[in-house]
């Protein structure tokens, strides 16, 4: 199984920030990584898909990058709704994997 | 609009079984992998299992397999999870999520709401 890692688990921000979420692959998956957002009580929501492709709907400050092992995950200026937390998951092998998440907070 | 709506969560003994379903409306459903996903409370995404558009293909995460059986019913639109020999650890929530593919590209949108189950005596 491919084993999935993001760092840092957790994180302090504040309205504004440029925050960076990394996701390791355990081996190579190309560029088939993607990105959700969940809030809190509520199903997550896709961001990125294939790495760095931006889903329909999904704010322009998103952004993904990769391809091979290391992946990030990059906001640019982080807005109130966007504390929740992140998860990556690779689509190259079943089974699916996601990485444990990172919650991004309010500093 | 596309949405996915899991029903059939609940209480259930250890050792019990339980069926969940997960109704699809807004695209053609027969088009469509679909996979369950399930949340412990507290704790990250585990995927759970996999169906292909025609019932062709079916996997399993290791956590499950022999005990849950995926199936859909493309006429009904519907999605469904049979659980036995349910154990605590199998408390979650659990969702539907579609897997839409383009080009070699795979992923989950969109997702259902969730249906909660518990294992507890």
């Known amino acids: 199984d491919i084993q999935m890692t993001q760092s840092p688990s957790s994180l302090s921000a504040s309205v504004g920030d440029r925050v960076t979420i990394t996701c390791r692959a355990s081996?190579?998956?190309?560029?088939?990584l993607n990105w959700y957002q969940q809030k809190a009580g509520k199903a997550p929501k896709l961001l990125i898909y294939?790495?760095?492709s931006l889903q329909s709907g999904v704010p322009s400050r998103f952004s993904g990058s990769g391809p091979g092992t290391d992946f990030t995950l990059t906001i640019s200026s982080l807005q109130p709704e966007d504390f929740a937390t992140y998860y990556c998951?690779?689509?190259?092998?079943?089974?699916?994997?996601f990485g444990q998440g990172t919650k991004v907070e309010i500093k | 609009e596309v949405q996915l709506v899991e029903s059939g969560g609940g209480l259930v003994k250890p050792g019990g079984s339980l069926r969940l379903s997960c109704t699809a409306s807004?695209?053609?459903?027969?088009?469509?992998?679909m996979n369950w996903v399930r949340q412990a409370p507290g704790k990250g995404l585990e995927w759970v299992s996999f169906?292909?558009?025609?019932?062709?293909?079916?996997y399993y995460a290791d956590s499950v397999k022999g005990r849950f059986t995926i199936s859909r019913d493309n006429a009904k639109n519907s999605l469904y999870l049979q659980m036995n020999s349910l154990r605590a650890e199998d408390t979650a929530v659990y969702y539907c999520?579609?897997?839409?593919?383009?080009?070699?590209?795979?992923?989950?949108?969109?997702w259902g709401q969730g249906t909660l189950v518990t294992v507890s005596s």
């Open positions: 999520a579609r897997e839409f593919s383009s080009g070699s590209s795979k992923r989950f949108d969109p």
């Open positions: 807004g695209f053609t459903f027969s088009g469509y992998s």
């Open positions: 169906i292909s558009s025609s019932n062709s293909y079916i």
């Open positions: 081996q190579s998956i190309s560029s088939y």
């Open positions: 998951q690779q689509s190259y092998s079943t089974p699916w994997t």
């Open positions: 294939a790495a760095s």
